[in-house]
């Protein structure tokens, strides 16, 4: 059994910044890829950030340049830096990791952007 622990959501002025946390702990055998997806009120859910095994980082090209996405492989924990938030980030952001074949979700963390 895989559990995800999120942290770090919260609410934030437009133009601030917020650090998410995501870590694996469990049975927990060759993590290939971590990520974040984000799902807003009315909306589905959509990709935010993902990084490979080997490193290879995508980004959801609304956060490009502003979302950097990292993962500590010795603490099987995934972080999203997220700077420069605008209102529209307001969603619930959920971790993803990828092993052995199946997808594991956290419960999700809430992020507020709003003035």
């Known amino acids: 059994q895989v559990q995800l622990l999120e942290s770090g959501g919260g609410s934030v002025q437009p133009g601030g910044s917020l650090r998410l946390s995501c870590a694996a702990s469990g049975s927990i055998f060759s993590i290939n890829t971590m990520g974040w997806y984000r799902q807003a009120l009315g909306n589905q859910r959509e990709l935010v950030a993902s990084?490979?095994?080997?490193?290879?980082?995508n980004y959801a090209d609304p956060v490009k340049g502003r979302f950097t996405i990292s993962r500590d492989r010795g603490k099987n924990t995934v972080y999203l830096q997220m700077n420069s938030l605008k209102r529209e980030a307001t969603a619930v952001y959920c971790c993803d990791v990828g092993m052995l074949g199946l997808n594991y979700w956290g419960q999700g963390t809430q992020v507020g952007v709003s003035s």
């Open positions: 990084v490979t095994s080997g490193g290879i980082r």
